[in-house]
């Protein structure tokens, strides 16, 4: 009966900034590990950044100062800010959640597209 549904996404100009929003389905939303995914074609799918339950964030490297993850635990909401976007952030990003004590995300969104142009 999980359900994580994405919005958000669209065409923006390097430099530019977008802001994606998943809405969370979940029961205990606030225990749950929230991350953000992306891939683009021919890639494998990466995780962009994390946020646990207490709020400890995490970034792929080439993100951390530009995105920003957050969570609404009273609406089950969470989100990424993405600022300065580089053609290279471009691809489909996808909202997932895992319990803190697993490695595996079980539970993920259907996507909403980020395309960055130059």
């Known amino acids: 009966q999980v359900r994580l549904v994405e919005s958000g996404g669209g065409l923006v100009q390097a430099g530019g900034s977008l802001r994606l929003s998943c809405a969370a389905s979940l029961s205990l939303f606030r225990i749950y590990t929230m991350g953000w995914f992306r891939q683009a074609p021919g890639q494998q799918r990466e995780l962009v950044a994390s946020i646990t339950g207490p709020g400890a964030t995490d970034y792929l490297n080439s993100v951390e100062g530009r995105f920003t993850i957050s969570r609404d635990n009273q609406n089950n909401t969470v989100s990424l800010q993405m600022n300065s976007l580089k053609v290279e952030d471009t691809g489909l990003y996808y909202c997932?959640?895992?319990?803190?004590?697993?490695?595996?995300?079980?539970?993920w969104g259907q996507g909403t597209q980020v395309t960055v142009s130059s």
């Open positions: 997932a959640a895992k319990s803190a004590w697993n490695d595996d995300w079980p539970s």
